[in-house]
């Protein structure tokens, strides 16, 4: 029996992995969207039309917040974040993904920290308080860190099982098995 990840394995992992990402990138592009639009009608209603409106400033912030976290979970998908691998880089290639694999692992364990931490906040205080000139309750721009956590946490846990697939591939490709009859 073959214990070796199947390529079929992998393809349905990087599938799920360009969903997530699809998901993620359309709903910030049309968070983008909104807040150019937003934005630039404040302008216009500020210094041209003399009558500002109240919520022109708000809903870009909480539109730029959601960005961010959504953004993230791509980041994650296409490491693309911040690293210092001046030392990492210089490991061989075994002991490098077995480095870069426990990194991965202490950031899952921050991402669910931030999920959890997030959905309590949200519960705890989101429905106290609303948005002063918008009258929405802050739950709902609240919820931007435990979803941008589930986004981030789903890619990061694709990255680790095909840190895993390559992992499993080439030590088994290393070994060498003695096939005599």
């Known amino acids: 029996m073959n214990a070796l990840p199947s390529q079929r394995a992998v393809e349905i992992t990087e599938r799920v992995r360009t969903s997530l990402d699809s998901i993620s990138l359309t709903v910030a592009a049309v968070l983008l969207v909104v807040l150019a639009v937003i934005v630039n009608l404040g302008v216009f209603f500020r210094y041209v039309l003399f009558a500002p409106l109240p919520w022109s400033e708000q809903i870009p912030k909480y539109a730029m917040i959601w960005m961010g976290f959504l953004g993230a979970s791509t980041g994650i998908s296409r490491d693309r974040h911040i690293g210092f691998d001046i030392l990492v880089s210089r490991l061989p290639l075994n002991a490098r993904r ?84």
Do not use: E
């Open 98 to 181: 077995i480095v870069i694999l426990a990194g991965r692992f202490l950031i899952m364990f921050f991402l669910l920290c931030m999920t959890i931490w997030g959905v309590s906040f949200a519960f705890a205080v989101g429905f106290d308080s609303s948005a002063p000139m918008l009258r929405v309750p802050m739950f709902y721009f609240f919820l931007a860190v435990p979803i941008g956590g589930v986004f981030m946490i789903l890619q990061l846990a694709i990255k680790i099982l095909l840190d895993i697939f390559n992992l499993v591939d080439s030590v088994s490709s290393s070994v060498k098995l003695d096939r005599r009859p």
